[in-house]
Every structure is written in C-alpha cells, then in structure tokens.
C-alpha cells in the first residue's frame, strides 16, 4: 500500500533579501530570513513553529505559500513539488492550503459584508455555483460558530473573536486540507483565545485538517500542538513531540523559552534562564553555531563549526546543538533568576 505524502514537505527552505545600498542599488549584504529549514505535516497533524520575533516564522508561511518566492529549496503540496511552478500551474494547488493572519481587522476587507468576504475564494477560483453559493455561505458561518444573520454586517460591526472567525471561514471555503495559522490569536482578549484555539481543534476533528501553527504563547502551543519546531535566526534548531519537548528539552534555547513561561500556581516559584543581548542581526550572522552569543554552554568548537541538525539520542527529538541536553542543576544558577 502506497503511504500518504505529508499535506505539507518543505526541505532546504531559504529566504534571502538582498540590501541594497546607493544609487545603482548595488547588493552589499543578504538577510538571511530563513536559512534551511526542513520539516513535514502530516495529515490531520499540528505542527507548531515558535520562537522570538523576527527569527523568521512568519517568512516560512509566506514562502510556504508562495506568497513570496523562495531563494532554495524544495515545497510539496501532497507530495507535488510546487516550489518552480508559474501562477496559472500554481492555481489549482491554492485551494489546498489557506491562511489565517494574525490581525482579524487588518486582513478582512472593511468596505465588504461579511457575505462577500466569505465567497470571495470561490468567485476567484470560479466554483461559487458548483459549491453551492450562498448557501455554502451560510454552512461555513455555521461552521466557525456565527450567526447567518451577519452575512450583511461589516468588519468594523464585528468583535476581534468574530472577524477572526470570518477569517477562518474564509480560509476553509474551498476545502484546504492545510492551514497556515500564522499566530491567529495573538491579537485577541484571552478568553477569546480559548474559544478560537478550541475551535480550530474542533475544525481539525471534524474536516481532517493539517495546521502549520505558528505562534509565541507557548501556553497555546501546548494545548493544541501535535509537534513543536523552534526557530532561532532562520533555522530550526529543536523538533519533537509536544510531550518530549516541554518535558524535556534539550537545546538551551528551547531551554530558555520554556523557562520563560508563568508558572500558575500561587507560591510556586519557578526558574527563568536570563539570556545574555539580542538576536544576532540576520543580516550578518555569527560564524558556527547562531546561538553561540547567547549559549551559556558555547564553547570554542561552537565558534567555528555549525551543528548538523540530527536525531537525538533516546528520544523523539531532532536538534542542531554540539552540547544538546537536559537542564542540569549546576547550570541553573549561572544563567538564571527566581521568579517570585
């Protein structure tokens, strides 16, 4: 029996922006924005990419979806190469993966209804009366938990919980069975959170959707994500089951990031990993490994050569460290403050 491709593969991903500087825009340095990134999603399969902003997460979505174009690498839509296909070839593959933005105001239409906003896919790919029309319409408002009575209304009628909710209908009207949630409830109250992520995994349940989920809340990234990639400078440097990953990671900036979530429980101090400057510009980049700046376990080797990103021994896990390991408690007190 023939195994289903991933819904979505990308290998060698790369995203270079050139700089240019004076009057001949002549190119004096390339920024670095995504520098070889690799993973698969399988379907019906959450995968979730976090880390700091601008270490490139957003620019993998966008390339991912040819929204802007890749430098290197290799995309597959179902085990289709996409990555050299023109627009007209590109077309049919667009109804397969969609996007939800992050903003819920900015990426709605204000002088459209809520009607017109939805439908728009399918007068675009030309299937609004195959589907079903209006009447598909009213089903995927139904879907996200919306009254059919706000087919008439405008963005600016709606609350953030609800515009997004347009969004994630939009999203969903030609049948994708991949979405790019690029951080969907970052903008929005946190009791609205939880009804958007709880929706989405109910949408994931019942239309066998696959997420690429990128996002920043490593709160929400636990409850909803099946596996975590974390970015730092354009590369992936850790990946591995949810469960593995914050029970125990391995390379220190994952370290640092999950040492960084609230601890819950009135009295319970936990203990945050403080890490030393800021991300290293993309644009000029340290020699060896990325994190060496910052690592408080970089050593001189680290300086000079870029850790291979592979298996890690006894678990589930991949990452790119010459030091990758758990937590030690003689590591806590040098790099490390009480939370109180």
């Not at 790369?14 to 390339?30: D, E, I, N, S, Y």
Request: aromatic content about 4%; overall charge neutral; hydrophobic content about 40%.
């Amino acid at each position: 029996m023939t195994a289903t491709p991933p819904a979505l593969e990308v290998s060698g991903l790369k995203k270079h922006f050139p700089v240019q500087k004076g009057l001949l825009k002549r190119t004096v340095a390339q920024v670095k924005a995504v520098d070889g990134v690799s993973f698969a999603i399988q379907p019906g399969e959450t995968l979730c990419l976090v880390g700091e902003s601008g270490c490139g997460k957003s620019t993998v979505a966008k390339v991912a979806l040819r929204l802007i174009e890749p430098t290197a690498g290799s995309i597959k839509l179902d085990g289709v190469e996409v990555s050299q296909l023109d627009a007209e070839a590109m077309r049919p593959f667009r109804k397969r993966i969609q996007i939800v933005f992050q903003d819920p105001y900015a990426s709605l239409n204000p002088i459209r209804t809520v009607e017109a906003i939805v439908a728009e896919p399918l007068h675009i790919h030309g299937v609004f009366d195959a589907m079903g029309g209006n009447a598909r319409v009213g089903w995927l408002l139904d879907l996200v938990g919306l009254s059919r009575t706000m087919t008439g209304r405008y963005p600016r009628e709606l609350s953030g919980g609800q515009r997004q909710r347009v969004g994630i209908a939009r999203a969903l009207a030609l049948e994708p069975r991949l979405l790019i949630l690029d951080e969907p409830v970052a903008a929005l109250d946190v009791s609205i959170q939880a009804q958007v992520v709880n929706l989405l995994m109910d949408l994931q349940v019942e239309l066998g959707l696959a997420y690429l989920f990128i996002a920043h809340d490593l709160s929400v990234v636990r409850h909803i994500s099946d596996r975590v990639a974390v970015m730092y400078l354009g590369r992936i440097v850790e990946e591995g089951t949810r469960d593995q990953l914050y029970a125990r990671p391995v390379h220190p900036y994952t370290q640092s990031l999950l040492s960084a979530v609230p601890v819950p429980e009135p009295g319970n101090a936990g203990r945050r990993i403080v890490l030393e400057g800021d991300i290293p510009n993309p644009a000029d980049p340290p020699g060896g490994c990325a994190f060496h700046p910052r690592c408080y376990r970089a050593t001189e080797r680290c300086t000079r050569e870029a850790p291979a990103f592979a298996a890690y021994p006894g678990l589930d896990t991949r990452v790119a460290c010459h030091h990758a390991g758990p937590l030690t408690a003689d590591e806590l007190p040098a790099a490390a403050e009480v939370l109180t």
